[in-house]
C-alpha cells in the first residue's frame, strides 16, 4: 500500500493517495512509514495542520536504526511546515534534529539558511 501510495503522489494524484494512506494507516498503525507517507500527501494538499500531526506521529513511532530515513525525512517536513508558519526557531530545532542524524543533508541546510536569512531580514 506504501508503494502504491507512492505512485499516486508522483502521479499528483493526491485524494487518492489519501484515500490509501488511510487505508494504510488502519492496518499498519504502528508503523511510521505509514504517518510520513501521510504527512506528505497533506503537505502537497495544502493540509498542514494534518500534515504536521501526522509528521509528528511518524516521528513518534519510529525505531532507530530501521527507521533513520523516516526519521529524518520527518524532521526535515516538520522543519518546512514550521517555517510556512514562520516558526523559525521551532524550525531550526527540527532542523537540528535532521542534523543529528545526517549532518550533510542538503536540502536541510538550504533551509538553515533560508530561515536564518529569513530571520535576519526581519
Known amino acids: 500500500m506504501i508503494t502504491q501510495a507512492t505512485q499516486l503522489k508522483q502521479q499528483r494524484k493526491y485524494q487518492e493517495a489519501l484515500q490509501v494512506d488511510e487505508q ?3 492496518l499498519r498503525p504502528r508503523d511510521s512509514r ?3 507517507g501521510r504527512a506528505v500527501t497533506l503537505e502537497e494538499l495544502g ?3 494534518e500534515a504536521m500531526q501526522a509528521v509528528e506521529e511518524a516521528i ?3 525505531n532507530l536504526p530501521k527507521d533513520r530515513q523516516i526519521l529524518i525525512g520527518s524532521h526535515y517536513l516538520k522543519a518546512l511546515l514550521l517555517e510556512k508558519e514562520r516558526h523559525y526557531d521551532e524550525a531550526l530545532a527540527a532542523l537540528d534534529n535532521v542534523f543529528t542524524h545526517d549532518l550533510e543533508h542538503v536540502p536541510a541546510l538550504q533551509a538553515r539558511a533560508r530561515i536564518l536569512s529569513e530571520q535576519r531580514s526581519k
Open 60 to 62: 513518534k513511532r519510529a
Open 24 to 26: 494504510a494507516q488502519r
Open 34 to 36: 505509514v504517518y510520513a
Open 47 to 49: 493540509c498542514e495542520q
